[in-house]
């Protein structure tokens, strides 16, 4: 099995990952109770998911008895500059790196799925792909795998990655060789926990998802607090901050899959104001943007627009004051006092 184990490896590569590590489906004994204190405490905000699904979100083994071993892959989707500047850009628009190419989803999948068939073809095991779709916890799973550790910002972080990069896992029957877990090597450094703007970090390696810009401007339905909209700035999808300050970035690696090349930009507020849901969707088609729906994201949009400073941007929101969705017409209303 070592031997299928080095040729498995030396497949993934060829697919295109950059890194792979295998570890068993109950290498995780803690998650279980650290999701459960996440969940009693409340920072899951809206994800109600979490709590219904826990015991399997929990257990890698609960989600599927039969597998024997799981195969973590990292993909990277390293940006080719850093995205911090585009933060200071306060007419435009800030989208997260991973958002400005093509849906990770699909792309990730695809690659997931034609390795699986290569090790079905080689050993006639079965197989589980997933890429962040299903109840997996997928980084504690990763650490486990020695692909790397969760950061002082809950993210995984490589030694040879950086924090740029998407994870896959395979699940399967074949009992294959694991690899060590990986341990954490952030030291003193705190540059993830003070670099964010909202303060959702209660301790180092703790999350407060109702306070994170990525979970307000993606999962959170309704108006954001407004103490948080004017702490948002001009991010309205997702927010790479803590990311993109992380000093182990500098061993990050170029992506490889063409798929992740910007598409989206940082395109200015006043256009993004104007989309209608027809609009919206025709502009982000294959986009992980187009996820939110189009109340959502003219909702981030006018939370931007009301942080730009910039006081002829009150044209585009007005329109919205009388959007059928409250909201929007609350965020276009918000928006409209902070430029007065």
């Not at 068993?24 to 998650?31: I, V, Y």
């Not at 910039?310 to 585009?316: C, D, F, G, H």
């Amino acid at each position: 099995m070592q031997a299928f184990r080095d040729t498995l490896h030396a497949r993934a590569l060829t697919e295109g990952f950059a890194a792979m590590g295998i570890c068993a489906p109950d290498a995780t004994p803690h998650t279980p109770d650290r999701l459960a204190q996440f969940v009693d405490l409340g920072r899951h905000g809206q994800m109600g998911w979490m709590a219904e699904r826990m015991a399997w979100r929990g257990s890698a083994a609960a989600l599927w008895p039969d597998a024997r071993s799981v195969i973590m892959l990292a993909e990277p989707y390293t940006p080719p500059e850093n995205p911090l500047p585009v933060l200071a850009l306060r007419d435009r628009a800030a989208v997260s790196v991973y958002a400005q190419g093509r849906d990770y989803h699909d792309l990730v999948k695809k690659r997931l799925k034609r390795l699986g068939r290569w090790v079905v073809d080689q050993t006639g095991a079965e197989i589980k792909v997933f890429v962040d779709t299903a109840p997996v916890m997928e980084k504690p799973l990763a650490q486990a795998a020695g692909l790397g550790w969760q950061g002082k910002h809950t993210n995984l972080l490589s030694r040879d990655l950086g924090n740029w990069f998407f994870l896959g896992a395979i699940f399967t029957t074949l009992d294959l060789p694991r690899d060590g877990p990986e341990t954490s090597h952030c030291g003193n450094c705190t540059a993830c926990l003070d670099i964010c703007p909202t303060n959702a970090f209660p301790a180092p390696y703790q999350l407060d998802a109702r306070r994170c810009i990525s979970y307000l401007t993606i999962e959170h339905a309704g108006p954001v607090d407004l103490e948080l909209r004017a702490l948002m700035g001009n991010r309205i999808y997702g927010c790479d901050d803590c990311l993109a300050i992380c000093p182990w970035n500098k061993f990050a690696v170029a992506a490889s899959e063409i798929g992740y090349a910007r598409r989206v930009g940082a395109p200015p507020l006043a256009d993004l104001a104007s989309l209608d849901d027809a609009a919206f969707r025709t502009r982000f088609s294959g986009s992980p943007i187009k996820r939110i729906g189009r109340n959502r994201f003219i909702r981030n949009v006018l939370y931007a627009i009301g942080n730009s400073g910039n006081p002829s941007l009150r044209t585009a929101a007005a329109p919205h004051l009388i959007d059928p969705d409250d909201t929007v017409a609350d965020a276009a209303r918000w928006a409209i006092a902070r430029l007065s």
